[in-house]
Structures are given as structure tokens and as C-alpha cells.
């Protein structure tokens, strides 16, 4: 038996389910793999897909940029109902402002345990988890940087907020998607997680690892109804876009693409120009990572002020 074959024996897929509301003629559960010959075979079947018509989500960080571009396109798609996360209930009100009726506002900052389960207890009917929120590492540029770095603590932080905190929500949410017959997580990554961009080696670092976090998701609920995106976040014209970067996707752009690309089946997303940025990266990691050095030492990427 060719290791491919030998491996076709472990790696499975669901068969073609929609979650959610929008249920697919073969029902909302994703049904138990079945024996495909090959990992060729296996990866060709249609997995599962998520649809936002009649969904539930929760989105974090939605007061703004990406995550407020999620809520308009959730909206637009027909959700029955969107609980709107942030940090400070009065950055909700344009937010909620957007449709009254079914816009729901949570203060939830996602490091904060008693508000993540807060979060989770309020929102029982969830069928979407968008993990969005992010901390792009302290103000102080030296902090961002492991040599620099007077101690790892911003690091930390970001850690905590980039990685273990969407890990912790999923662990809360992934047994109310599956009690509500099915659903979706939506981790928000960045192209940073394909390689040190040393100016915010901690938010590289984070995003890194939690698409690694991600695939342990995805293989966990493989035999579950329960679809686990990761999204490659290329340029969106946010806050946290580089100062005198050009172009980009809008908030709304981005949404758009990562909505059809679930509704699709796919689970591995490159989103607003993150194709070709990895694709660069992964024709010549080397030359790559030198033009990338050699930036740091000249001119530094930076981003806005902000504040945390
Ligand atoms: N824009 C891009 O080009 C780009 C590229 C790659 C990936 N991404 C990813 O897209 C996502 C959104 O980023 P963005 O561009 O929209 O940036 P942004 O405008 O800076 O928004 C970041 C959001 O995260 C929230 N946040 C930060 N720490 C939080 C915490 N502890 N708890 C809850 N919310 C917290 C912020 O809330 P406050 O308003 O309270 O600070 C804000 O709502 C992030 O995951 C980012 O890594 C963006």
C-alpha cells in the first residue's frame, strides 16, 4: 500500500453537509466520514459548507475595521441575529445603530475569562463564532521584539489575545454550535503568520500559532457538524493597515470573501490579496525574508497610534 493510500485510511472528511440554517438536501449534521480510497479522494469530496442566511454569529472585536465589516455583510445576508463584541459597550452604538432589531451588544474582552462565559451564556443560540479581535503588540516598537524586548510580557498579551483567548471562545462555543444543529469558527489570521515580520515579531509569532490552533480544531470536530475556517487576512483598509500602505481590501470586501468561500465548502481562506502575498513568500522564502530584513534595518514597517 502507497503511503498515500496508507494515509487515506486516517485522513477523513465530513461529506457534504451545509450548517446551519441552510440546510443542504443531505440535512444539517455532517455525516460520519466514510472510506474514501485515496487522501486525493478524500480531499476531493465536498466538505462541509456554512451559509449565513438565518445564522446566529457572535463577532469579537466588531466595533470597528474587519469585524464591523463582518456584522454589515452578516446583515446584508439575511442573519437572524448578530451579537455585536466589544470592549466598551459605548464603542457598540454605531454598531448596534446598523440594524437595532437584530444587532444584540456584549462588552467582551476576549482575555477576560468572567466575560468570555458571560459572552457565552448570553448568546445561547449561536451557529457562528468569528474570532476577529487582535492586539498587534505594545506602542513601544522595541516591545514588539524578542531581542529588544525589556521583558516578554507585551508578548504575552498578544499571545493571549491573538491565540489562546479565540481558543478559549471555541472551547466554549463549539458545544453550543453542535446543540444548535450545527455551525461554524472563523479564526481571523494574517499572511504575518507566514513568516517573522520583525517589526511585530509577537503578532507574527501569535498568528502563527493559532493557525496551527486552528488545524487542532478542525481535526477535533472533523466527525462533528461543525465547519473550522481559517482565514489568511491579506490588506484591509483598517487601522491596522501600514502607514503609506496602498490599496487594500474594504472591511466589507473582506467579509464578502471569506462568506462565499464558507458557503463553498473551503476552510483554508486567503483572503483580500493574501493569495499572491503567500504565494511570493512560498517561491523564494529566502529572498523573501531578506527583502523583509533588510526593510526593518531601512524602513521599518509602522501602524497608526492606537490605543490599548
Ligand atoms: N487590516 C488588515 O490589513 C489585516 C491584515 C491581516 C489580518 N488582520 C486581522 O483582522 C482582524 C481585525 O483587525 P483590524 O484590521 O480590523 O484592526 P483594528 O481596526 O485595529 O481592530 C481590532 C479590533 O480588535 C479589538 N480588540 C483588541 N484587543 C481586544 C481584546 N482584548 N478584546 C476584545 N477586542 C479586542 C479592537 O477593539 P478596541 O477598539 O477596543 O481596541 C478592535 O475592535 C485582526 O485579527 C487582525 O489581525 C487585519
Known amino acids: 500500500m502507497n503511503r498515500r493510500r496508507l494515509l487515506a485510511g486516517l485522513a477523513t472528511t465530513a461529506s457534504a453537509a451545509t450548517l446551519g440554517n441552510a440546510v443542504s438536501a443531505s440535512g444539517a449534521a455532517a455525516t460520519a466520514p466514510g472510506g474514501a480510497a ?5 480531499i476531493a469530496r465536498p466538505g462541509k459548507r456554512f451559509v449565513a442566511q438565518d445564522c446566529t454569529a457572535l463577532v469579537t472585536g466588531s466595533n470597528r475595521g474587519v469585524g464591523l465589516g463582518f456584522v454589515e455583510v452578516l446583515l446584508a445576508r439575511g442573519a437572524r441575529r448578530v451579537y455585536a463584541t466589544g470592549r466598551r459597550m459605548k464603542n457598540l452604538e454605531a454598531v448596534v445603530a446598523l440594524d437595532p432589531k437584530r444587532v444584540v451588544p456584549l462588552v467582551l474582552d476576549v482575555t477576560n475569562d468572567a466575560q468570555r462565559r458571560a459572552a457565552a451564556a448570553a448568546a445561547p443560540d449561536v451557529t457562528l463564532l468569528i474570532n476577529n479581535a487582535a492586539y498587534p503588540g505594545s506602542e513601544t516598537a522595541s516591545e514588539r521584539r524578542f531581542r529588544a524586548a525589556s521583558s516578554l510580557d507585551d508578548m504575552k498579551v498578544v499571545m493571549d489575545t491573538n491565540c489562546w483567548s479565540p481558543a478559549e471562545l471555541a472551547r466554549l462555543f463549539i458545544p453550543r454550535l453542535i446543540a444548535n444543529g450545527g455551525g461554524a469558527i472563523v479564526n481571523i489570521l494574517s499572511v504575518g503568520a507566514f513568516f517573522c515580520l520583525p517589526e511585530f515579531s509577537s503578532y507574527s509569532v501569535s498568528k502563527a500559532a493559532a493557525a496551527i490552533m486552528t488545524a487542532g480544531l478542525r481535526a477535533e470536530t472533523d466527525r462533528d457538524p461543525v465547519q473550522v475556517c481559517a482565514v489568511v487576512t491579506g490588506g484591509v483598509q483598517t487601522r491596522a493597515m501600514p502607514v503609506g500602505a496602498k490599496g487594500g481590501f474594504t472591511p466589507v470586501q473582506h467579509a464578502s470573501e471569506v462568506l462565499d468561500a464558507m ?7 486567503y483572503a483580500a490579496g493574501a493569495r499572491s502575498f503567500v504565494d511570493r513568500i512560498r517561491a523564494d522564502p ?23
Not at 458557503?263 to 481562506?269: N, Q
Open 38 to 42: 485515496t487522501v486525493d479522494e478524500a
Open 286 to 308: 529566502k529572498a523573501f525574508e531578506r527583502t523583509v530584513i533588510d526593510r526593518f534595518y531601512t524602513n521599518p514597517v509602522t501602524i497608526a497610534p492606537y490605543d490599548h
Open 263 to 269: 458557503a463553498a465548502g473551503e476552510t483554508e481562506i
